[in-house]
């Protein structure tokens, strides 16, 4: 099958986990025999990145919706194309239109009523009719990685029967450390931590639950111009690890009896699978599937009344996250590309 996908930036350029899981998807596309190629922003001279054919315009990436005669261009040839929330969805739709191929949008992240979180309540407003206007295009599908994405899309009145959950994979092995668990509570963030992406990780909750018990540690891996701005004010029962990655994160995750992910809304929820691979007990407001606690967004008193149970419970705490390894074991690349494939397949006919 041939397929074009279109995304803001590619790498080398990173902005975050897009472009990591783009690529990794175009790498697995290409091991299962599909020919895949590239529309994106970028140096022109860059033809190709590690085999994969790329065509950049040299235009900032929050006007890629402006890349619409490139793409039309590009897609002449193709059976489908793959494209994602952001400022290139609303061409590639309007490409898919006009040479009638099918689209299939992949949706990595959906804010909806939390973008006043983001932006505030001015530009917060704009950026939601925004995405509204983008998403409730006439996709062929809408791709999303997490229950909890899902069901603001469903809160939007997205159309349901096109609506697709294709979760990501995890090196499943890579986690299985075996280390004791110890009874302090495990909060990962964003390494490039500024205001906004500190708002919509809800890291303001969990600070305020730190304050309400005392007699718990807690450890908040991640950096940041905010971080060093507010960890002076919370001395008493909080570590600030700053960034951690790579074996020495992982040993943390293993360490830890209970992760706590209380972010407003998540693309996937990435440092949440690692916490179940590690075996973790969770409390968390995104769903991916896990056992553990479910919190609301915004709900300081269900993060603290949460932690209490599962630190005065700690037999149950471990049998959660014993049952979480489980889970996190059938989060695999094979099964990611398997669902995309056979997307693919039915969009096609």
Not at 255 to 261: T, V, W
Request: hydrophobic share 40%; charged share 25%.
């Amino acid at each position: 099958m041939k397929i074009l996908l279109t995304h803001e930036i590619f790498p080398p350029e990173f902005a975050g986990g897009g472009e990591k899981l783009a690529l990794k998807m175009v790498k697995l596309l290409k091991e299962n025999g599909h020919e895949v190629k590239i529309v994106t922003s970028g140096d022109p001279k860059i033809k190709d990145y590690e085999g994969i054919p790329t065509t950049r315009l040299k235009m900032n990436r929050y006007l890629m919706n402006l890349a619409l005669p490139t793409i039309l261009k590009e897609a002449k040839d193709v059976d489908i194309i793959q494209t994602s929330t952001g400022n290139v969805c609303l061409s590639s739709w309007l490409a898919s239109k006009l040479l009638k191929r099918p689209i299939c949008c992949h949706v990595h992240h959906l804010f909806g009523p939390y973008w006043n979180d983001v932006r505030g309540s001015i530009l917060g407003r704009i950026f939601q009719v925004g995405e509204n206007v983008y998403l409730k295009r006439s996709y062929d599908a809408l791709v999303f990685q997490n229950f909890t994405s899902k069901n603001i899309g469903l809160k939007m009145k997205l159309d349901e029967e096109k609506m697709h959950i294709i979760q990501p994979g995890i090196d499943w092995d890579n986690y299985q450390i075996k280390i004791k668990k110890e009874p302090f509570v495990l909060f990962v963030g964003n390494f490039k931590m500024d205001k906004p992406a500190m708002n919509i990780k809800g890291l303001h909750y969990l600070l305020e639950a730190t304050e309400k018990l005392p007699d718990v540690n807690f450890l908040i891996a991640g950096g940041g111009p905010e971080i060093d701005k507010i960890k002076k004010y919370y001395k008493k029962n909080i570590i600030f690890t700053g960034p951690l990655v790579g074996k020495t994160l992982i040993e943390l995750y293993n360490r830890a009896l209970i992760f706590c992910y209380p972010s407003l809304t998540e693309g996937f929820g990435i440092s949440l699978l690692e916490a179940m691979a590690s075996g973790c007990a969770t409390i968390s407001s995104i769903d991916i599937g896990q056992q553990g606690i479910k919190i609301e967004p915004k709900n300081t008193n269900q993060i603290v009344n949460s932690i209490k149970y599962l630190i005065n419970n700690e037999k149950e705490a471990k049998r959660i996250g014993i049952n979480n390894r489980k889970i996190a074991k059938k989060f695999t690349w094979k099964k990611f590309i398997d669902d995309y494939s056979k997307l693919y397949e039915s969009l096609t006919k």
